[in-house]
């Protein structure tokens, strides 16, 4: 890939990317950044429709792909935090032994691969620990094996299209609830610290961190607005922002996460995100749950309407 720089240090050329779980909610974004850049992703999913259906725990599977494609975006996994506490061994399976079989494919193909990991990485539950000991094997491959394995570390995802089951995602959860004007449930105290960070801006560093030539691989690339959000100044402002009649309601926390947790990027890891893949502008909280409130409500709450109840909001330059 770095043989197709084209100046400005990033690759040119109409390039076949690999997504392992391109079918899911950040999958669908990566692929349409892509494609809006002339690249073609190939999907490579457990469930139709897929360019490639196969599952990352079959190794074979997982190296004809690779070897089939130019370079790599890994974002299959088994999600939830509380959903897997009591049943870890599938999701060390999938999210550590699938994903050494997508590092192993790249490190005998010699592609260039994009890995995402979690912004609560230090958190010992189940989906956490799977995730950063991935990270850390990362990490391990490019120094031991010369691979070129780039890491992005995506703090609390949202946005529109979000499913809220089978695993109980924090925001389309609230975002429902707020625009039926139901209690919203908030595990803890809700002044656990929440970084959220826009669709649309993981999907664009995530394609960034990939199509970027010469930037280092032993740093963890960070996408999230490093701001002190705790969960009740968030669903707060879901509430005001809908003109919801919407009570909190406070319950025991989730096994997996613990009281007054920070969830937040890092000025260094920022620092990386913006020198090195040139991202710096990240969606403001308002507008991004703006975004999200009016397709649900679209789309899931009154799928009737012709129009959203939540009007657009006006694009501000961030």
Not at 100 to 107: S, Y
Not at 215 to 237: F, H, K, R, S
Request: contains cysteine; aromatic residues 8%.
């Amino acid at each position: 890939m770095s043989a197709n720089g084209n100046g400005n240090g990033r690759c040119s050329g109409k390039l076949k990317i690999l997504l392992t779980g391109g079918n899911g909610f950040l999958g669908k974004a990566v692929a349409q950044k892509l494609l809006s850049r002339g690249h073609s992703p190939i999907i490579f999913d457990r469930k139709a429709p897929a360019d490639v259906l196969g599952d990352i725990k079959d190794a074979e599977a997982v190296n004809e792909a690779v070897y089939n494609s130019d370079a790599v975006i890994h974002l299959a996994g088994l999600l939830g935090t509380a959903e897997l506490t009591n049943n870890p061994r599938i999701a060390a399976e999938v999210n550590i032994l699938g994903t050494l079989n997508v590092f192993e494919a790249v490190r005998t193909h010699k592609k260039r691969a994009v890995y995402i990991t979690l912004g609560n990485y230090f958190m010992n539950n189940t989906y956490s620990i799977t995730k950063s000991t991935s990270e850390r094997f990362a990490l391990m491959f490019n120094k031991e094996h010369g691979t070129d394995i780039r890491i992005v570390r995506g703090l609390n995802v949202y946005g529109p299209g979000q499913k809220a089951a089978p695993v109980k995602k924090f925001f389309p959860n609230a975002a429902i609830s707020v625009l039926k004007n139901e209690p919203i449930t908030i595990y803890g105290d809700g002044e656990q610290i929440m970084d959220l960070v826009y669709l649309d801006d993981i999907a664009e560093i995530l394609v960034r961190a990939l199509l970027t030539d010469n930037i280092p691989n032993n740093v963890i690339y960070e996408a999230g607005n490093g701001q002190a959000t705790t969960l009740n100044y968030i669903v707060g402002l879901m509430i005001a922002l809908a003109g919801s009649r919407s009570e909190i309601r406070y319950s025991l926390m989730r096994p997996g996460e613990p009281k007054g947790a920070v969830v937040m990027a890092t000025e260094q890891g920022l620092a990386y995100t913006k020198d090195h893949l040139g991202f710096a502008n990240f969606t403001p909280l308002k507008q991004g749950l703006r975004n999200g409130l009016a397709w649900y409500n679209e789309h899931i709450v009154h799928p009737s309407h012709a129009e959203p109840q939540i009007p657009s909001p006006t694009p501000v330059s961030s």
